[in-house]
């Protein structure tokens, strides 16, 4: 291949390098913030459901019957203090102290953790009693809407295990600082509409 000359007079083009994330940190924080609304949009339509169907028992057991509020008040404990040591995390993420941060994201863990052991038990006692979710529709759309919010902390976990390793392994990296960052937002957005289950679904459900 013969290499090409300017010709005369004329100056040589200058080529300058890009960087890889040319767009910084913004354009992923934005997208995850339109994730989150589609998700918002998602739960949405399962509290509608759940409002439409809450009381339809088909001559089955209600949620006054069969809702233990003091084993969901632990519950929704763990999960808002799981939102405050993730809180210490990011804190301690911003003065660039890894191992305290894993630390934070390890209790972080296991009290999400917690919280879904507690979920699956009371699960698993209301299949124990017959409260499946094909007895009636108040249970379809209770099954749905609470599994589906406990799907989310699961894959939460995972993200924030995977995370963990990459910590581990790179230290605070900017790239590893703005994944910390989309999954605090999506700990606290998982926050935010456990407090809607729990009022919406389980004191709402009890008071009826």
Not at 141 to 162: N, P
Request: with cysteine; charged share 15%.
């Amino acid at each position: 291949m013969h290499e090409m000359t300017p010709p005369p007079g004329a100056t040589a083009p200058v080529f300058y390098e890009q960087e890889e994330h040319a767009h910084g940190d913004g354009g992923t924080l934005f997208g995850f913030w339109i994730y989150l609304m589609g998700d918002s949009l998602i739960f949405a339509v399962l509290f509608a459901c759940y409002g439409v169907l809450g009381r339809n028992y088909a001559a089955g057991p209600s949620g006054a019957e069969l809702f233990d509020l003091r084993l969901v008040a632990v519950n929704t404990t763990l999960l808002l203090l799981s939102s405050i040591t993730y809180g210490f995390a990011m804190l301690e993420m911003d003065k660039e102290k890894a191992r305290t941060t894993l630390i934070w994201l390890a209790v972080t863990g296991l009290l999400g953790a917690a919280f879904l052991a507690i979920e699956l038990y009371e699960f698993a006692h209301l299949i124990r009693e017959g409260a499946t979710p094909q007895r009636s529709a108040f249970l379809s759309s209770f099954f749905t809407l609470v599994g589906t919010h406990g799907l989310h902390v699961t894959f939460g976990i995972v993200w924030l295990v995977t995370l963990m390793v990459q910590v581990r392994l790179r230290g605070l990296i900017r790239d590893n600082q703005r994944r910390l960052m989309c999954l605090s937002m999506f700990w606290h957005f998982l926050d935010v509409v456990w407090i809607g289950v729990f009022t919406f679904v389980y004191l709402m459900g009890v008071m009826r």
